[in-house]
């Protein structure tokens, strides 16, 4: 069945860069998503790639995506502590769209 | 105020006691969802509505059940709580599959957190 994959824990320093990987399994997914939950709060989105797209950038961000590989990541530029949270990794499901399946979240700890 | 309602935000329970948590949104969207959280986990689909006539189960549907009472309001409900039930419960809408028109993406409640002792 569908599965999205990532790892569950990554520190880095303030000013660093972050990377965030994810693999998933549904090649028919039109869209892949990043989302962001902050303590206490809900998941927003923060990023999304078309499928037809190897990358996509906003801002302090960079999305990648290998569709050969099934393999997305996540780079935030000058991290800041603000940017400590839990990042989802997402792809839609089903010919409809069923759904989307999440990862089970990258905690990114960002020290000063 | 939120585009997509929760309530309650915390319940503490019995094992055995009926408990409904309830969502409604302004969003206008056709699609509702219940997602559960857990720790290391990420989130899992429960069930899942395309319309007021439809419902459907995800991937954890046991010990679940949903009403779709409008196309605003969706609600879970545990019949009989259990421990392994504990857990952060999200209602999410979307207003279709990305496709060329929209990007498909959910927009989330912030959550509510049950606790079943």
């Known amino acids: 069945g569908e599965d999205v994959e990532q790892s569950l824990f990554l520190s880095v320093r303030e000013g660093d860069s972050s990377v965030i990987n994810c693999t998933y399994t549904d090649s028919s997914s039109t869209y892949l998503y990043w989302y962001k939950q902050e303590p206490g709060a809900g998941l927003q989105l923060l990023t999304y790639?078309?499928?037809?797209?190897d990358m996509k950038q906003d801002q302090r961000l960079t999305v990648l995506l290998n569709k050969k590989d099934k393999h997305l990541s996540l780079r935030i530029a000058d991290t800041q502590t603000g940017d400590s949270a839990i990042y989802f990794c997402?792809?839609?499901?089903?010919?409809?769209?069923?759904?989307?399946?999440f990862g089970k979240g990258t905690t990114l700890s960002v020290s000063s | 105020d939120a585009d997509v309602t929760q309530t309650p935000r915390n319940r503490i329970t019995k094992t055995g006691k009926r408990i409904m948590l309830e969502c409604s949104q302004t969003k206008g969207h056709d699609r509702m969802y219940w997602y559960r959280q857990d720790p290391g986990l990420g989130l899992r689909l429960i069930y899942y509505?395309?319309?007021?006539?439809?419902?459907n189960k995800g991937e954890i549907s046991d010990g679940y059940s949903v009403s779709r009472q409008a196309q605003a309001k969706f609600s879970l409900s545990l019949e009989s709580a259990i421990p392994n039930q504990t857990a952060l419960y999200f209602c999410a809408t979307s207003d279709g599959p990305g496709g060329w028109t929209n990007t498909g993406e959910l927009f989330f409640g912030e959550g509510s957190r049950l606790t079943v002792l």
């Open positions: 790639i078309f499928s037809n797209m």
């Open positions: 997402a792809e839609s499901i089903g010919q409809a769209g069923t759904a989307l399946i």
């Open positions: 509505s395309f319309d007021v006539k439809d419902i």
